[in-house]
């Protein structure tokens, strides 16, 4: 049985104009990353929200993305986006890095003063990224922004 995911009626996002809006977005995997922070961006974007309202931070890899979120968190911002692509590879670095920051990014948001949407794809090849990443199963970026408006509007 495959799960049932959630459908969101794209009529019924609030609008976003009044948020500030965080992304921390990691650059290893880029093509994968970059794709995700379009979508996001766009999505963003026909909710109205301005692009000074949209604040982007780089970190080098996903492992990073916790303490780039924790510093966005201090910026006044509304919500906070990760961005990341972890790629499984021989060894159990995979594992390593997508439990820290799954971990963190939650612990981010018991104690943080704003949410953080985990948008960091966890796959076992590169065709798995890139058919979430504007592919054949639509942009996760353009779904971590409407979680992100929908955390922000709570
Ligand atoms: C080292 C590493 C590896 C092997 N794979 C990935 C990956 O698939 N995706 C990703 O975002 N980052 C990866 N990294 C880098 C780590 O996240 C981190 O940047 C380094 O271990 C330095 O702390």
Redesign the pocket.
């Known amino acids: 049985m495959s799960s049932e995911s959630y459908k969101v009626d794209s009529n019924n996002i609030p609008d976003a104009s009044n948020l500030k809006i965080g992304i921390v977005v990691?650059?290893?995997?880029h093509s994968i990353?970059d794709n995700l922070l379009k979508g996001s961006i766009a999505l963003l974007e026909s909710k109205n929200t301005a692009p000074e309202n949209i604040q982007i931070i780089y970190?080098?890899?996903?492992?990073?993305?916790v303490y780039g979120c924790r510093k966005m968190q201090k910026k006044g911002v509304d919500v906070v986006i990760a961005i990341?692509?972890?790629?499984?590879?021989e060894?159990k670095?995979?594992d390593f890095?997508c439990n820290a920051?799954a971990n963190g990014i939650k612990d981010l948001n018991i104690s943080g003063n704003c949410p953080v949407i985990f948008c960091?794809l966890t796959d076992d090849n590169i065709q798995q990224s890139i058919d979430r990443s504007g592919g054949k199963f639509g942009n996760k970026g353009k779904e971590a922004a409407i979680a992100a408006i929908q955390m922000a509007s709570i």
């Open positions: 990691s650059r290893w995997n990353t970190v080098p890899g996903s492992f990073e993305l990341g692509s972890v790629i499984r590879g060894t670095h995979f890095i920051t960091v």
